[in-house]
């Protein structure tokens, strides 16, 4: 279970953020150097993939 955190700017817009444990991170091959994910919507699930 993992909460979201939302922001709020000086301009008055509002960004949610969820922090990723590493270990989900590595288990698809996301790392420090290689962290560039495509996010979309699909059926209701919010989906995270390595490009």
Do not use: C, H, Q, W
Not at 25 to 44: P, T
């Amino acid at each position: 279970m993992a909460k979201i955190t939302f922001n709020k700017s000086g301009g008055g817009s509002v960004t949610g953020r969820l922090n990723i444990p590493m270990v989900l991170l590595k288990s698809i091959g996301i790392n420090l150097m290689e962290r560039d994910v495509e996010l979309y919507v699909k059926d209701n699930k919010i989906i995270i993939e390595k490009k």
